[in-house]
């Protein structure tokens, strides 16, 4: 029977998986955002409801791809920046001002 590899901290906040959950942050938000504008139209609610479905099921995954995309590029230069400061900081840190940044977003929405 295989060892369980348990879950480290390093792991539990790898740079990875720290993006990915930014990203599903956004894309939850923008999906919201979305789907709101969607429902006030005037449009017959079957068809609002399809359109929602479909981007829902399609969008999301480019949406993701995107954001994850976005998120990885700006990060490195974020740790770029980061680096040339004198001040010792880690990627936790630029972590959390992105989490808190999006906590901001979600608070401004809801």
Do not use: C, D
């Amino acid at each position: 029977m295989p060892k369980k590899k348990k879950l480290s901290v390093r792991r539990l906040f790898s740079n990875r998986r720290l993006i990915s959950v930014e990203a599903i942050l956004l894309v939850g938000l923008l999906e919201s955002l979305i789907e709101n504008y969607v429902m006030a139209l005037s449009a017959p609610e079957p068809l609002k409801t399809l359109f929602v479905m479909l981007f829902i099921a399609g969008a999301f995954g480019v949406l993701m791809s995107v954001v994850v995309f976005l998120t990885r590029r700006s990060l490195s230069k974020g740790q770029q920046v980061l680096k040339l400061l004198p001040l010792p900081t880690s990627h936790l840190v630029l972590h959390a001002v992105i989490l808190i940044g999006i906590f901001w977003l979600y608070t401004e929405y809801y």
